[in-house]
Every structure is written in C-alpha cells, then in structure tokens.
Nanobody
Framework: QVQLVESGGGLVQPGGSLRLSCAAS????????MGWYRQAPGKERELVAG???????NYADSVKGRFTISRDNAKNMVYLQMNSLKPEDTAVYYC???????????????WGRGTQVAVSS
C-alpha cells in the first residue's frame, strides 16, 4: 500500500554533515506525522526527530542543535539534516510515517528499510 524509501546515508568524518531523505509513495491520502528513528548495534531503536503535519518538531536530546527535520508535503518527503556528526550517531536510520490511505481509509505506521550512517575518522 505505502512504501518509504530512505536515501543519503554514508560514511562521514566526525564534524561532517549528511542529509537524509525519505520518499513516501503509494496509496497515500494523507501523511500525518513523520519521523526519523535510528538503531545502533546492540541498542534499541530510538526516536531521533519527529514532525507533525503542521510543522511542529521534536528531537532527541542527543541531537538537539545539530539535527533538523523538515518535510515537503507536496512531495511526500521528509528530510533530516545532520550536522556536527559524532561517532555515536552511527546507526541505521529509519523513516517512519503515519499514513491514511485512499479507498480503505486506514491509518497506520509505515517504515522504510533504513539507510546506514557511519561516522568515523
């Protein structure tokens, strides 16, 4: 029904920047909230940043001041600008969206497959 595809991950040095993108496609009537989660080896998946349809944002304390989440509703995309990256930011980053679909009018959470971010010198 709905697919989310992340892109933009890669290997960067500490202090560097990356911009992650997530494109949602499929039978989308409306996307309410969107967010980015990450999961590091041996760790639980955690919320990094979220954004509502109205543009309200929230961030994990560990990324405040360094990461910025944004969205383009016309394109069904959400972005995560990551600056001043640290080794502890290394993780697989997942896109998440709460989506209401056409026809069936079902609302649920959808996940992308993830994109790897590695921060090392």
């Amino acid at each position: 029904q709905v697919q989310l595809v992340e892109s933009g991950g890669g290997l960067v040095q500490p202090g560097g920047s990356l911009r992650l993108s997530c494109a949602a496609s499929g039978n989308i009537f409306n996307i309410n909230r969107m967010g980015w989660y990450r999961q590091a080896p041996g760790k639980e998946r955690e919320l990094v940043a979220g954004i509502t349809s109205g543009g309200s944002t929230n961030y994990a304390d560990s990324v405040k001041g360094r990461f910025t989440i944004s969205r383009d509703n016309a394109k069904n995309m959400v972005y995560l600008q990551m600056n001043s990256l640290k080794p502890e930011d290394t993780a697989v980053y997942y896109c998440n969206a709460e989506v209401t679909t056409y026809y069936t009018s079902r609302t649920g959470d959808y996940w992308g497959r993830g994109t790897q971010v590695a921060v090392s010198s």
